[in-house]
């Protein structure tokens, strides 16, 4: 087995489980793309079997830190197994048919998403490693899940830096891609796999959603950045007096538009830009959801992301009646609570507005966030009250 040297002294972050291996940890050694090597420290112990992304500066990513675990496809098959025992013990999952079903690092994982929507499997090979190992990971995940359809999305940036080519289509089965129909809580939503955002659907939103609709009752809601209008679907279900989508992408609208119309909801659909949506004359509103994509990509992405999320929560507050609430959330992994926090107090103070945090709002349990991987916990929110 090849092996991984890293430099002295830099060991320290395996010590303390982080799967990532960065390049410039290491001393020598390497292989193929997506090859298991044998971590070392500069001793010469191994101290992990990782996978090897020579293009990445996340040069290796840890399987396992038992040197005696063998990496094949029954460590595959294992791994997968108690993913899907954890999400079939769920709560959520006796209400819906659509779960995260692999959420990468935290999962043991790291480079494979897996979404179930219903009878259909939407899988997502992010890095060299686990690109190496699809065919054991797609039977394994046919078998355990019983899902004959496997829609590969594995069209992510994040594959260009490590150098993989983008693959989309059904890896196995075959369906309507464009319209997987998914229930969630008792509502029905359509999911295009194909040319939908990420995977199709924001699944991580879904207990956010469900807070949305026991909040909604007799409220005029805007849903700024609304995509496929799920959580105006949840507000009317919820009894709004009203619900307003906004999202700038006209296909979004249109699933936002069947979306309602699947549920026998009424909302107003508008395609606009939300940062102009919110300085012209509309509302006031009584609850507010403000869920835009992820502003920052990286690291140095972060000012210019936080002066965004500034700017639209700063408007959407003045758009929110008196008593009115807002849910307001940032998905930039490189936007660190704390950041997002103080966005949030500067908008409040140029609104002009007197402000409360009710409660933090994150991603639901099927996107467990692994403790020892912190950079796993992209989703962040608050639950505000504005006076
Ligand atoms: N809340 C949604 C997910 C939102 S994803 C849900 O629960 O399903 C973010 C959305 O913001 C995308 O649909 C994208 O099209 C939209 N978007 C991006 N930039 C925008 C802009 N400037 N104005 C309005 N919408 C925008």
């Not at 992010?126 to 039977?139: F, H, M, N, Q, T």
Request: with cysteine; hydrophobic share 40%; proline share 4%.
């Amino acid at each position: 087995m090849n092996s991984l040297i890293l430099k002295k002294g830099r060991e320290r972050s395996l010590k303390r489980r982080h799967p990532w291996i960065f390049s410039g940890a290491v001393e020598k050694g390497g292989g193929k793309a997506g090859e298991t090597l044998e971590v070392r420290d500069n001793s010469g112990k191994v101290l992990a079997h990782a996978a090897y992304s020579p293009q990445s500066q996340i040069r290796a990513r840890v399987w396992t830190f038992d040197p005696a675990e063998a990496v094949d496809a029954a460590f595959f098959r294992n791994r997968i197994q108690k993913a899907l025992v954890l999400r079939d013990a769920l709560p959520a999952a006796k209400h819906t048919n659509a779960l995260r079903l692999v959420n990468g690092e935290s999962d043991g994982l790291p480079g494979l998403v897996v979404d179930r929507y219903a009878d259909v499997l939407v899988a997502q090979f992010l890095a060299a490693g686990v690109e190496r190992w699809r065919d054991p990971v797609l039977d394994a995940l046919t078998e355990i899940s019983g899902c004959e359809a496997i829609f590969e999305r594995s069209d992510a940036e994040v594959r260009k830096l490590e150098g993989l080519e983008p693959r989309v289509g059904f890896a196995r089965g075959n369906r309507d891609a464009q319209r997987c129909p998914i229930i969630e809580y008792g509502l029905n939503f359509r999911v295009d796999v194909e040319a939908g955002q990420k995977t199709g659907f924001f699944l991580d939103q879904r207990e956010n959603r469900r807070l949305a609709r026991t909040l909604a009752g007799g409220k005029r809601v805007l849903n700024l950045f609304s995509y496929s209008g799920a959580f105006g679907v949840y507000a009317a279900a919820g009894g709004a007096a009203s619900v307003t989508n906004v999202d700038v992408s006209a296909p979004a609208i249109e699933a936002a538009r069947e979306n309602a119309s699947l549920n026998g909801v009424v909302a107003e659909q508008v395609v606009a830009d939300a940062f102009q949506y919110v300085r012209q004359k509309h509302g006031p509103f009584d609850l507010v959801v403000c869920d835009p994509p992820a502003f920052a990509k990286s690291r140095n992405e972060v000012e210019r992301a936080a002066r965004g999320y500034k700017d639209v929560n700063l408007y959407a507050m003045r758009m929110i009646a008196p008593g009115g609430m807002m849910m307001t959330f940032s998905c930039s992994g490189h936007l660190s609570l704390d950041l997002f926090q103080k966005v949030m107090f500067a908008a409040a103070l140029d609104a002009g507005r007197r402000i409360s945090f009710v409660r933090r709002l994150t991603a639901g349990p099927d996107h467990p966030v692994s403790m020892y991987c912190p950079e796993g916990e992209y989703l962040k929110g608050f639950l505000l009250e504005v006076h």
